[in-house]
Nanobody, 115 residues
Framework: QVQLVESGGGLVQAVGSLRLSCATS????????MAWYRQAPGKQREPVAS???????AYSDSVKGRFTISRDNAKNTVYLQMNSLKPEDTAVYYC?????????WGEGTLVTVSS
C-alpha cells in the first residue's frame, strides 16, 4: 500500500509561482514512477507531468517550459514547481504513483490562479 499526501496548493495571481509537494509512505519510493495530474471544474482529469524512478521526465504541452517535476528519494517526496501560472491552470492537482500495474492517488490539492 502506498499513501500519498499533497501540499502546497493555494491562491496565486497570474504569472506567479507555486510549488506542490507529495510525500509518500513506505520504503519503495525510489522504485515508483511518479506523476502529477489535474482536474479542472467540469473537465476530466489530465496528466501534467511524470518522472520515472530513473529521473526521466515528461510534460503535457500545456505546461511544458513552465512546470518542473522533480523527486527527492531521500525524502520520499516528489515536487511540482509551477511558474508563470495562468488562470487556466486552476484545478485540483493530484499526485500519482504507479507500480506493479497499480495506480495510487492522493486526495488532491487545490490551485487557484486569479487573473
Amino acid at each position: 500500500q502506498v499513501q500519498l499526501v499533497e501540499s502546497g496548493g493555494g491562491l496565486v495571481q497570474a504569472v506567479g509561482s507555486l510549488r506542490l509537494s507529495c510525500a509518500t509512505s513506505g520504503n519503495i519510493f525510489s522504485t515508483l514512477r511518479m506523476a502529477w495530474y489535474r482536474q479542472a471544474p467540469g473537465k476530466q482529469r489530465e496528466p501534467v507531468a511524470s518522472i520515472t524512478n530513473g529521473g526521466s521526465t515528461a510534460y503535457s504541452d500545456s505546461v511544458k517550459g513552465r512546470f518542473t517535476i522533480s523527486r527527492d528519494n531521500a525524502k520520499n517526496t516528489v515536487y511540482l514547481q509551477m511558474n508563470s501560472l495562468k488562470p487556466e491552470d486552476t484545478a485540483v492537482y493530484y499526485c500519482n504513483a504507479f507500480i506493479l500495474a497499480i495506480n495510487y492517488w492522493g486526495e488532491g490539492t487545490l490551485v487557484t490562479v486569479s487573473s
